[in-house]
């Protein structure tokens, strides 16, 4: 597999530093922005709000709960600062939080019904984050060094793929539970159990 590294940096000026560290410290605010518009027009509202509070409800929902996932993996909050998080979400993707916010960014411009956006909106987001996680990478080889470099080498940046080596016990352990909520979610959706007539 050929070696991913984080992007190195250029001979940064201070105004480029500091536009920088804006969009570092502004990062969410910023890539929400395309809901200022979503919530300000109805210029090709889509008219199924059946369609677009249930799509847009499920992907607030797997936003939040992929979050969450990995909040609980991660070892910045915690007492244990300098070992690298790699297990849970984490063992799929090497930004798990962002894909997470991607998803609740998208469920909340699905819910204003204006669908047409949805393609500027992850372009956007994207924008942002990776100008983001490009600084934070370059943050994370400083302080983690090889145990990173191989953590780039190993993990994708976005997207989740599936988990590999001794990850993939604790990946099935911390999937369970969700996937037993799902489960009953489809028992219940599909009238399994005769329980909700």
């Known amino acids: 597999m050929p070696s991913r590294t984080a992007p190195t940096s250029s001979v940064e000026t201070p105004a480029m530093k500091a536009l920088l560290e804006f969009v570092f410290a502004y990062r969410n605010y910023l890539a929400a922005l395309p809901l200022v518009y979503v919530f300000l027009t109805t210029t090709g509202e889509v008219q199924d709000p059946g369609l677009t509070w249930s799509l ?9 709960n992929i979050r969450a996932w990995a909040n609980r993996h991660c070892n910045y909050r915690s007492r244990e600062k300098n070992i690298l998080a790699r297990t849970g979400p984490y063992a799929m993707s090497r930004n798990p939080l962002y894909v997470g916010t991607i998803c609740i960014i998208l469920g909340v411009n699905i819910a204003s019904g204006i669908l047409w956006m949805l393609p500027v909106t992850l372009i956007w987001v994207f924008a942002i984050f990776n100008v983001v996680v490009a600084r934070e990478e370059r943050k994370m080889l400083k302080n983690y060094g090889d145990d990173y470099q191989a953590f780039l080498d190993s993990t994708p940046r976005w997207f989740p793929g599936p988990p590999s080596g001794e990850h993939v016990s604790g990946f099935l352990r911390d999937l369970s539970a969700p996937l037993a909520v799902l489960a009953l979610f489809l028992v219940k959706e599909y009238r399994l159990l005769d329980l909700w007539s």
């Open 56 to 64: 847009a409800l499920a992907m607030v929902f797997l936003g939040a």
